[in-house]
């Protein structure tokens, strides 16, 4: 896993070039908020509805540039399908510490 929150090269590798990778930045920084509320809501409700909602986010940044982001998506969702229910709370902590992240540097690299 990198250390980068946002990846300029994997994310022009993945949609092609800088301007779509640009679109692509930009359609997931207006719904990061959401999204994040969306995960927040599911892990209140069910193990099967959190997965749901990080299956949809991991899905998404399959698109993305944002590696740690979906890396940390990927282990929660895994966990989930795995029935690994001891790691739960910390790998949903480690998504919303990521979702945060994800969102300053959104927020400061991808202007509006």
Known sequence: MTDKILDWDLATK????RET???IFHMFKR???AEKKNIE???ADSELALQDATHKVHG??????LPRL???ACQLETALKKGESDKIKALYESL?????AAAEVLLSEIED
């Open 96 to 100: 919303m510490q990521e979702m945060d």
């Open 70 to 72: 979906k890396h940390a």
């Open 21 to 23: 990778a640009t679109e």
């Open 41 to 43: 809501t599911a892990y």
């Open 60 to 65: 998404a940044l399959s698109y993305c540039g």
């Open 31 to 33: 719904s990061l908020s």
């Open 14 to 17: 993945v949609a092609g070039n």
